[in-house]
């Protein structure tokens, strides 16, 4: 069991370790777009962080020349965009990037020929072009962004570490879909609102916000006394819609940083939410089997582990909205 809590305690001192900027999705992204038989735009973004920047490069066809502006700075990455020339159609041929070297992050590539349908692939190292398609598959665009809603959640430490928390607080299972249900519609609710348009918030403070929800349930866990249920225990679903209101926002904020195909946005906008509540099953399961093998194998150990656990999630969630709001 010691063991077991030393496997915790790295696993949170590594999610402190992360940006504070935890929330928002980093990939690079290059799109082409076609203006007309011979002429595409290019537009590709690497962010600082994570390699492609210093070492990735857009990987067209030999019949392709690309003309490329200057890079400027945006935010946290290098932001190029360029004209691309093409003697025959890109159909058949492979498009992507060189340079993706292991440990990059990750990039999404879209191609999109005039008059057809998107095209959208998720380029990782060792897998870092794809080809274009002459009759694309229509359920390429669903395949990326529900993997792309799925690393999210799972990789995004602050998104993680407060489902974490929720479970940590109820245990039970009944409650813990009670309020896992009532935080998916929340947060789909906003995802869906601020994508569209239709309302938002700055990122900055939305992303400090979310930190402070999890030292809120980190409190709660601890302060927990049996006989005596505190808000969040009585009324989960209540807390869990109110802050997944919040965590919507964080992953607009996300999803705004890779961009939505623009003929296919309700497909795209429906299946990151599905990863992201894919990911979020995952992270519920896991969680519930590790406190269940807690109770059989230690029964002893089982309250003291979560405390240790959630002390060292208050700690890093702390970290993180000091940080957040001084960025």
């Given at each position: ?116 349908p998107v095209q959208t692939e998720r380029l990782v190292p060792g897998a870092s072009s794809f080809t ?196």
């Open positions: 069991m010691i063991a077991w809590l030393r496997l915790v305690l790295a696993l949170l001192v590594l999610g402190a370790t992360a940006p504070g900027q935890a929330d928002e999705l980093r990939p690079g992204y290059m799109e082409l777009t076609q203006k007309n038989q011979h002429d595409w735009k290019l537009v590709w973004k690497a962010p600082i962080l994570g390699g492609l920047a210093t070492r990735a490069a857009p990987l067209l066809p030999d019949f392709c020349q690309l003309r490329l502006d200057t890079p400027r700075l945006s935010g946290p990455a290098v932001v190029a965009t360029g004209q691309v020339t093409c003697t025959k159609p890109l159909e058949g041929a492979n498009v992507g990037l060189t340079g993706m070297e292991p440990g990059s992050t990750d990039a999404l590539l879209r191609v999109a020929p005039l008059g057809r274009v398609s002459a009759v694309p598959d229509r359920w390429q665009v669903a395949r990326t962004y529900f993997v792309i809603g799925v690393e999210h959640i799972v990789a995004g430490f602050d998104h993680l570490l407060f489902v974490v928390a929720l479970v940590l607080l109820l245990q039970r299972g009944p409650a813990v879909v009670a309020a896992a249900t009532a935080f998916t519609l929340a947060h789909s609710i906003t995802l869906a609102g601020t994508t569209l348009g239709l309302f938002g918030l700055p990122q900055a403070p939305v992303e400090a916000t979310i930190a402070l929800s999890i030292v809120f349930l980190a409190v709660e866990i601890v302060k927990a006394r049996p006989g005596e249920p505190r808000l969040s225990e009585r009324l989960p679903w209540v807390v869990a819609f109110l802050f997944g209101l919040l965590h919507g926002f964080g992953f607009a904020g996300a999803l705004r940083e890779i961009g939505l195909p623009e003929t296919d946005v309700p497909i795209a906008l429906l299946t990151f939410n599905l990863g992201v509540e894919g990911g979020q099953l995952l992270i519920i399961a896991v969680t519930m089997a590790m406190l269940a093998a807690l109770a059989r194998f230690a029964p002893k150990a089982r309250r003291p582990s979560i405390i240790v656990s959630t002390y060292a999630i208050g700690a890093i969630a702390s970290f993180w909205f000091i940080e957040r709001i001084w960025a």
